[in-house]
């Protein structure tokens, strides 16, 4: 029988069970959010004469917590109009509706006894065959089915969400002894494919896999920090982005998860792991049970590891936490030599070979870490899972980090990983005394563009099950390389697609990577099909380098920069005009020039979490690689008979001048930077690739035709150019806009508007393209633009002056 979600019910609307609700309504699924009635009537509904059987009072818990989850920052909805896909309801009056669902997911309270409860109300409305399962996060599920039927066991099992289910890719299922094959495997394809998580199949132990292993690394550290006399700076600067973490890195991470909730877990494993052989380091430190006990949790009470002050005077300042006074003090700023020796490294798998092997505290405190975590690691097979791969996808998955335990480890060394154990006094498992007595030696290795993993039970690599459906640059790049330069890579993708790849800083367009786009698609149009570019970067692309224009607008150098931004305009032309389809995957964060590039490709792929945008008015100019021109041209694609066509143009004009981002693919739709019926938006980013090249190749094979110069876009002229301007007045009047502002925004408006003409007309794609070079290089003149350009640069934020 072929298993479809087409509605799915959510028990419990929780932070957890509203985010969860939020997320399958982004991926189009019906929900049924269900909670408790309330007990007594709140003051309000007092005051409204209400009664207990009425049906907003009995419906007031699960209203509430859904409202609250669709007001918080970051939103757990792709776009507002998805909260129309809930439907709320509560557990006496509504429960039966879920007869009529393809999944029951409970996500109540961690209580065993309530879990059952509820399990047993639910059976008896529950269609057989209907999946169910616990969003629990450390009960065992083997417990949770006491009493169910045999169809009701057959179809359950744990499905561990991490919290927020948006923005987090992690999502163990965890079978109980009844589960079913078919439901396992389901759920694996389903969470991979539809909800775009990185699935892992864990075994029913304390806390599963993500938490087990990540909760002791964060208590390694608690007990090492105190150990090594290290401040609480020195061990955020140690472990965050310098070794592929998030910059939050450990203990403002902490803060912001909430200690409360850290230690709850901690404590959960220190009782029911008893034999593991790190036992004791779940112990709580003294000093986080002072935390506990002032109540100090992090963000949620004001004051965790790090504290904001407030002054009189509107200023305030982060204070950090010592750990041997417990008082707050000014930050400190941690400075390590061997830190210095990988800023050259950009791949962070390439850092950790000379972290461990630095000479200052940085060095002693990294080998340290790495030891205790290949010890503890080694010993989790086969207790949490029986596959290495997945204890490394889950903790990247769940916890942020670039590279898994077993990958850093690979990274290392396998002999030099060993090393460290046995230094630190760490005994080797059998099969890591196999492993180094083999021929193998390493954890992963790749053939064939797959990834293959050491499989303990055959005592060989086995290919990594479910690679099928993507395509793994880091996998293929060395041997499908066509062409490189030192910010960018064309790769082979097969079936006569070509992958263009930046590879520069922060993936921001300059020089080199116009030169090695233009360069890729001269070998693309002569030897290939289609071009997808996309890449494997934390974002796709931060925009044009505003190094360069800085320099060349600090230096007057006026001729070579416009040289520069016409190539730039050229480039992105040769996008829209090539005589092969092309295509733009973006993912995360697609700025400036990034978005103008995703714009003038024949179609764009986007990943959901793509957050895209003209930003130029940050730094002092309009968006001068298309982007004005292209908004433009889309508003004008938009006119009616009988229209009022400014009111589309202003859309536009606003989206650019007020610098507007998507806060997800969706929401690029409403800013006319995304087009509807041409574009479209894929949930998993493992994917992403794999379905930008069939969509290339598709167009390719059904008789692509390389498109015709647009000659005819209608411009409005002094009826827009006037509106503009007026509306920028206003603005400035009211001291919503700098003067600088106001400026900037007048040059967008001589842009979109054709210039001052006296009557509306039809222009070409390049008449626009010279009107918005020629307003960008004059704002590169400006002294204000220079001092929001060079901030950018120094601080990597806007300066508003």
């Known amino acids: 029988m072929k298993r479809r979600i087409n509605k799915v019910a959510v028990v419990g609307s929780g932070i957890m069970g509203s985010g969860i609700a939020c997320h399958f309504a982004n991926i189009g699924v019906e929900v049924l959010l269900l909670d408790i009635v309330p007990r007594e009537l709140n003051d309000n509904e007092k005051k409204q004469d209400k009664s207990l059987e009425d049906k907003s009072v009995r419906n007031r818990i699960v209203n509430d917590a859904l409202q609250n989850s669709l007001k918080s920052n970051p939103s757990p909805i792709y776009h507002p109009d998805f909260a129309s896909r809930i439907t709320t309801g509560n557990l006496e009056d509504d429960i039966a509706k879920v007869k009529d669902v393809d999944w029951i997911i409970e996500v109540v309270v961690e209580r065993l006894d309530i879990k059952q409860q509820v399990f047993e109300n639910l059976e008896k409305h529950r269609t057989p065959g209907t999946i169910i399962s616990s969003n629990t996060s450390g009960i065992p599920i083997k417990f949770m089915t006491k009493d169910r039927s045999e169809d009701f066991k057959k179809h359950f099992c744990g499905t561990h969400f991490f919290n927020p289910p948006r923005y987090l890719k992690l999502l163990e299922i965890i079978p109980g002894p009844d589960t079913s094959e078919e439901v396992l495997e389901f759920l694996n394809d389903y969470g991979e494919k539809f909800l775009g998580k990185t699935t892992v199949i864990a075994k029913d132990t304390p806390a599963f896999i993500g938490n087990r292993v990540g909760i002791f690394s964060i208590m390694s550290l608690f007990h090492m920090v105190k150990d090594m006399d290290m401040t609480i700076e020195e061990v955020d600067k140690l472990t965050g982005p310098v070794i592929g973490r998030p910059k939050s890195a450990t203990f403002r991470t902490v803060d912001v998860v909430g200690l409360d909730t850290l230690v709850h877990v901690a404590n959960g494993l220190y009782e029911n792991v008893p034999d593991d052989e790190r036992h004791e380091l779940f112990k709580l430190p003294n000093f986080i049970e002072t935390m506990m006990d002032n109540k100090w949790y992090g963000s949620k009470t004001g ?233 494997t970067g934390q974002n796709f692309s931060v925009g044009a380098n505003i190094g360069m224009i800085f320099m060349f607008a600090v230096e007057q150098e006026y001729e070579e920069l416009n040289g520069a931004i016409k190539y730039f305009q050229d480039t992105m032309m040769r996008m829209r005009y090539s005589s092969i389809p092309t295509v733009a995957a973006p993912h995360q964060m697609a700025l400036g020039g990034g978005c103008e590039l995703s714009m003038h490709a024949d179609k764009v792929v986007a990943h959901a979490e793509t957050y895209i945008g003209l930003v130029e008015f940050g730094v002092g100019v309009i968006p001068g690689g298309g982007g004005s021109k292209e908004m433009t041209r889309r508003a004008a694609m938009t006119y009616q008979k009988d229209d009022v066509e400014l009111n589309r143009l202003r859309e536009n004009f606003l989206t650019i001048g007020m610098a507007k981002v998507a806060k997800s693919a969706h929401e690029a739709y409403d800013l006319n930077i995304l087009e509807q019926g041409k574009d479209i938006v894929v949930v998993s980013r493992d994917r992403q690739l794999a379905v930008a090249k069939q969509h290339a190749k598709l167009m390719a094979d059904n008789g692509y035709s390389q498109p015709v110069k647009t000659n005819d876009i209608k411009v409005l002229g002094r009826q827009a150019l006037g509106a503009f301007l007026v509306g920028t007045d206003q603005m400035k009047a009211g001291r919503y806009i700098s003067e600088h502002d106001q400026k900037i925004a007048n040059k967008l408006a001589y842009v979109m508007s054709g210039g001052d003409l006296s009557e509306a007309n039809y222009v070409s794609e390049q008449y626009l393209l010279d009107l918005e070079r020629e307003a960008f290089l004059s704002l590169c003149g400006e002294r204000k633009t220079l001092e929001r350009l060079q901030h950018m640069i120094k601080n990597g934020k806007p300066l508003r002056n």
């Open 303 to 535: 004051q965790g590891f790090y504290k904001k002050i407030k002054h009189k005077d509107g200023s305030s300042e982060i204070k950090s936490l010592d750990l041997n006074t417990l008082e707050y003090r000014e930050k400190q700023r941690a400075k390590f030599s061997t830190l210095d020796k990988t800023k050259s490294i950009d791949e962070v798998a390439k850092r950790f070979p000379v972290l461990v092997d630095g000479d200052d505290k940085a060095g002693e405190f990294y080998r340290k870490n790495f030891a205790a975590l290949f010890a503890y690691v080694q010993h989790r097979i086969p207790e949490l899972t029986d596959s290495i791969y997945k204890i490394d996808d889950a903790m990247k998955a769940g916890f942020g980090w670039q590279h898994g335990p077993f990958e850093i480890w690979d990274a290392i060394g396998l002999e030099k990983g060993i090393e460290l154990m046995k230094d630190e006094g760490f005994e080797l498992s059998d099969w890591i005394s196999e492993l180094a007595d083999s021929q193998t030696k390493s954890f992963y290795s790749v053939k064939n563009g797959a990834t293959y993993f050491y499989d303990i039970d055959q005592n060989k690599h086995t290919k990594i099950p479910g690679q099928d459906a993507f395509i793994i640059l880091d996998n293929i790049r060395e041997s499908q390389e066509v062409w490189s330069n030192k910010d960018l890579v064309a790769t082979d993708l097969g079936d006569g697609i070509l992958n263009i790849e930046f590879r520069s800083k922060m993936n921001s367009i300059g020089g080199d990577v116009l030169n090695g786009i233009n360069t890729a698609m001269d070998i693309a149009e002569k030897e290939f099909d289609g071009v997808v570019v996309s890449n």
